[in-house]
T-cell receptor, first 113, second 115 residues
């Protein structure tokens, strides 16, 4: 009930391409869906987040698409750059559980020059 | 504003020794989380505190692990005795919840190697 499933485990994209990472959740009480970005040797950092009252949120080249009925959400990185190479984690939480996050397994993205 | 501070950044110890990891959360944050990251298991929540009180320690692997938060500006994660399978990167994160929603701010991590 608390799991968040993430795919793919790894992704290789050419510079300028679109990177797409998908997540699915089970707990319908989740009401906050962030994506975290982690560079080697660093801690994860919040990249972008969405709440279920909207179906899409865009910040620069990064977009979250949210499908409440399917219980799925995805991260799209447009015009992918080598500097985007990192591990990406989706996560979910519910307001009543405070700021506790349930993380997906992570996707290692490599953007080739 | 300083971020989450963790020490040490690297720790190498021998099996059976006691290990203490330290964390200073961002000032004003009232929630603190300890995570463990490995290639095999990903990012695992070990324990989290709210207003210095442990709320959920169900992720703590076994009794060898213990965590304390004696005040709002300091927390420790202790492993006694340590085992090679404890080798991982341990992250501390803090959150200003309920202000600014549910965002967690992670420290740089402590890379633990148990020989």
């Amino acid at each position: 009930q608390q799991q968040v499933k993430q795919s793919p485990q790894s992704l290789i994209v050419q510079k300028g391409g679109i990177s797409i990472i998908n997540c699915a959740y089970e707990n319908t009480a989740f009401d906050y869906f962030p994506w975290y970005q982690q560079f080697p040797g660093k801690g994860p950092a919040l990249l972008i987040a969405i709440r279920p009252d909207v179906s899409e949120k865009k910040e620069g080249r990064f977009t979250i698409s949210f499908n409440k009925s399917a219980k799925q959400f995805s991260l799209h990185i447009m015009d992918s750059q080598p500097g985007d190479s990192a591990t990406y984690f989706c996560a979910a939480s519910q307001e009543t559980s405070g700021s506790r996050l349930t993380f997906g397994e992570g996707t290692q993205l490599t953007v080739n020059p | 504003d300083a971020g989450v501070i963790q020490s040490p950044r690297h720790e190498v110890t021998e099996m059976g020794q006691e290990v203490t990891l330290r964390c200073k959360p961002i000032s004003g944050h009232n929630s603190l989380f300890w995570y463990r990251q490995t290639m095999m298991r990903g990012l695992e929540l070990l324990i989290y505190f709210n207003n210095n009180v442990p709320i959920d320690d169900s992720g703590m692997p076994e009794d060898r692990f213990s965590a304390k938060m004696p005040n709002a500006s300091f927390s420790t994660l202790k492993i006694q005795p340590s085992e090679p399978r404890d080798s991982a990167v341990y992250f501390c994160a803090s959150s200003p919840y309920p202000r600014r929603g549910n965002e967690q701010f992670f420290g740089p991590g402590t890379r633990l190697t148990v020989l």
